[in-house]
């Protein structure tokens, strides 16, 4: 009777034991924390992000199960494409509807919105110009390396290649005289064997932005623009083959001759130096080249013997000796010399103004 009648010892066969009875109803009053459960969520849902991580084309498929599963999950696993335009160094006009065939256009890793009816192109160099939805490259003779690079950087923007090889420039670094190129595939060759004072001639070629093709054309073909700057460094780089052409031919004629050393006086050199007369007989003369009274070139009595050569075409003491110092235009006094210096030729070559 007394374990049958105490209360404390009831609690296996009384249901309704104040103590037991009270825990529950707690429990049943306690509010849910909706944010651990959702903590569990989160933390079972990157567990599987992870994981599919490594397969990253059945990703989409992950995201698809576990939003039908867990609805409330649609807005992180699934959100909204931001509208973003990347610049591009061009410029707004009135937009104007059109559409683009996308599969015509190549594939970026970084998208360039491409839509020359909406969008106008800013070149970064005067040798590339946008007209027609293509683009439009020129190289002259007096396009630099840093113009390549800017080309290049150019096609780049749109995904397009630019190639540039056998680039070569005059001895004076003056002009273009040797190139090859290519936009986008589509190129052209310029080069002379052993042409080393004539500028190439302007040429270019043109990349479509909105389909797979390209081409190579001519400057007189070009747009306005760039035949324009064509002519111009075409006059440009002519003008300064004449004005060097006989600087042009001292290097071609002295290297024709092989390595050595050499020493070479120009006329104001010339001018500089005392002449000989009645009343100075005195006067110091040069071991190279001297004048006469009559201005007339001398050749030094210790090169009288050497091999002449005058505008690079053979000739001879007596012929040189001719010439007045109106007409001369520089001297070079050669030395070459073949195995290990025992085999030696001396040559003297002679230039003058009027070739």
């Given at each position: 009777?007394?374990?049958?009648?105490?209360?404390?010892?009831?609690?296996?066969?009384?249901?309704?034991?104040?103590?037991?009875?009270?825990?529950?109803?707690?429990?049943?009053?306690?509010?849910?924390?909706?944010?651990?459960?959702?903590?569990?969520?989160?933390?079972?849902?990157?567990?599987?992000?992870?994981?599919?991580?490594?397969?990253?084309?059945?990703?989409?498929?992950?995201?698809?199960?576990?939003?039908?599963?867990?609805?409330?999950?649609?807005?992180v696993l699934t959100p909204k494409a931001k509208n973003e335009t990347i610049f591009n160094d061009f410029i707004f006009e009135a937009p104007v509807l059109s559409s683009l065939d996308s599969a015509s256009l190549p594939a970026l890793q970084n998208p360039v919105v491409v839509n020359t009816d909406t969008q106008k192109y800013i070149s970064a160099t005067k040798y590339i110009i946008y007209k027609n939805d293509a683009l439009y490259w020129l190289i002259t003779p007096k396009t630099t390396m840093e113009d390549l690079v800017d080309m290049k950087k150019e096609f780049v923007k749109h995904n397009q290649t630019f190639e540039v090889s056998g680039f070569q420039l005059d001895p004076l670094n003056s002009f273009i005289i040797s190139v090859a190129a290519k936009g986008n595939g589509c190129g052209y060759k310029s080069f002379i064997p052993d042409n080393y004072d004539k500028p190439v001639s302007s040429h270019g070629g043109y990349v479509s932005l909105t389909k797979k093709s390209c081409g190579t054309i001519d400057s007189q073909k070009m747009p306005d623009e760039?035949?324009?700057?064509?002519?111009?460094?075409?006059?440009?780089?002519?003008?300064?083959?004449?004005?060097?052409?006989?600087?042009?031919?001292?290097?071609?004629?002295?290297?024709?001759?092989?390595?050595?050393?050499?020493?070479?006086?120009?006329?104001?050199?010339?001018?500089?130096?005392?002449?000989?007369?009645?009343?100075?007989?005195?006067?110091?003369?040069?071991?190279?080249?001297?004048?006469?009274?009559?201005?007339?070139?001398?050749?030094?009595?210790?090169?009288?013997?050497?091999?002449?050569?005058?505008?690079?075409?053979?000739?001879?003491?007596?012929?040189?000796?001719?010439?007045?110092?109106?007409?001369?235009?520089?001297?070079?006094?050669?030395?070459?010399?073949?195995?290990?210096?025992?085999?030696?030729?001396?040559?003297?070559?002679?230039?003058?103004?009027?070739?």
């Amino acid at each position: 009777m007394k374990i049958l009648t105490s209360p404390e010892h009831f609690t296996f066969t009384n249901h309704f034991n104040q103590s037991l009875l009270k825990n529950r109803i707690k429990m049943m009053n306690k509010r849910k924390s909706s944010w651990k459960a959702f903590g569990k969520y989160g933390l079972f849902i990157a567990s599987i992000w992870v994981c599919a991580a490594f397969t990253k084309p059945y990703r989409a498929k992950v995201a698809a199960q576990i939003v039908k599963n867990v609805p409330e999950l649609e807005t992180v696993l699934t959100p909204k494409a931001k509208n973003e335009t990347i610049f591009n160094d061009f410029i707004f006009e009135a937009p104007v509807l059109s559409s683009l065939d996308s599969a015509s256009l190549p594939a970026l890793q970084n998208p360039v919105v491409v839509n020359t009816d909406t969008q106008k192109y800013i070149s970064a160099t005067k040798y590339i110009i946008y007209k027609n939805d293509a683009l439009y490259w020129l190289i002259t003779p007096k396009t630099t390396m840093e113009d390549l690079v800017d080309m290049k950087k150019e096609f780049v923007k749109h995904n397009q290649t630019f190639e540039v090889s056998g680039f070569q420039l005059d001895p004076l670094n003056s002009f273009i005289i040797s190139v090859a190129a290519k936009g986008n595939g589509c190129g052209y060759k310029s080069f002379i064997p052993d042409n080393y004072d004539k500028p190439v001639s302007s040429h270019g070629g043109y990349v479509s932005l909105t389909k797979k093709s390209c081409g190579t054309i001519d400057s007189q073909k070009m747009p306005d623009e760039l035949k324009v700057i064509a002519q111009k460094d075409d006059q440009l780089a002519q003008a300064l083959q004449q004005k060097n052409r006989i600087s042009y031919l001292e290097i071609k004629t002295s290297e024709s001759l092989g390595p050595g050393g050499s020493t070479s006086i120009t006329k104001e050199t010339l001018l500089k130096l005392a002449k000989p007369t009645p009343q100075n007989s005195l006067v110091k003369q040069s071991k190279y080249l001297n004048l006469t009274e009559n201005d007339f070139l001398n050749i030094a009595q210790p090169r009288r013997n050497d091999i002449i050569l005058l505008n690079g075409n053979p000739s001879t003491l007596e012929e040189v000796e001719k010439i007045h110092i109106k007409d001369f235009y520089s001297a070079i006094f050669k030395e070459t010399w073949q195995e290990n210096k025992l085999l030696r030729q001396h040559y003297i070559l002679v230039f003058t103004e009027h070739l």
